[in-house]
């Protein structure tokens, strides 16, 4: 079974090299619907996993200089606290039963299936946010919507352990539109990192990270981004978007039924 893992991080990580989507679409409903791990297992698990990846993919954008530091500010403080919030919740109602984890399954179903809708989507709502500046928010509205928006996906991440990759982006892309490719994701990698280790640190708390698992997915996942991060260019974005759209699509529908 140990073997299984690895290849199983080598797989999503050549996958998140390749199309930049967050490991936690793929990773978690993996856990869940291949070997069978709870559904909170999952979540926490892969937790501490994004948090570990998402650290150097952070130092590497820092060096290039392509982190807004103040978006991260603010999405920090509405994710953070969320974070909080959401794990404490988990802990009051019960984050380990039966029940839970049917509500949790369900909530990875729903972000996988947000971020199929941010993969297909994403690149007209950009067009039609730049299309109509009158639309965009400035100033003081700007930064209240943004710390809403880091609450939100705060909640989500906590929950489900997805949102922080392509929901994160493709909220970035509509509120800040003229930042680059470079700087969205640089910045959405940059405020995942304290939000994913203090969800992680929550799961923890809950009891729900499988150590021994977490070692074994991360042997294969460092390779596999870097394979795929290297092999990005050579494979159309169009192919690899609506390959992976249609087997997250299907993911989350074997979740639900």
Known sequence: MTVTYIVSGFAVGLLVGLTGVGGGSLMTPLLTLMFGVSPTVAVGTDLAFASATKTAGTLAHRVRGTVRWGIVRHLCYGALPAALVATFALKYFGALDKEIGQIIRYSIAGSVLLTVCALLFRSRMQAWVLAHPEKQLQGTKLAIVTVI?????????????????????????????????????????????????????????????????????????????????LAAKAVPEKFLRALLATTLTGIAAKMVF
């Open 149 to 229: 928006v880091g609450a939100l996906l705060g909640t989500l991440v906590t929950i489900s352990s997805i949102g922080a990759g392509a929901v994160g982006a493709t909220i970035l892309v509509l509120l800040y539109p003229r930042l680059s490719p470079a700087e969205i994701a640089g910045t959405d990698i940059a405020y995942a990192v304290p939000l994913t280790a203090i969800a992680a640190a929550g799961h923890w708390y809950l009891g729900s990270i499988n150590w021994e698992l977490l070692a074994t997915l991360l042997i294969g996942s460092v390779p596999g981004i870097t394979l795929g991060s």
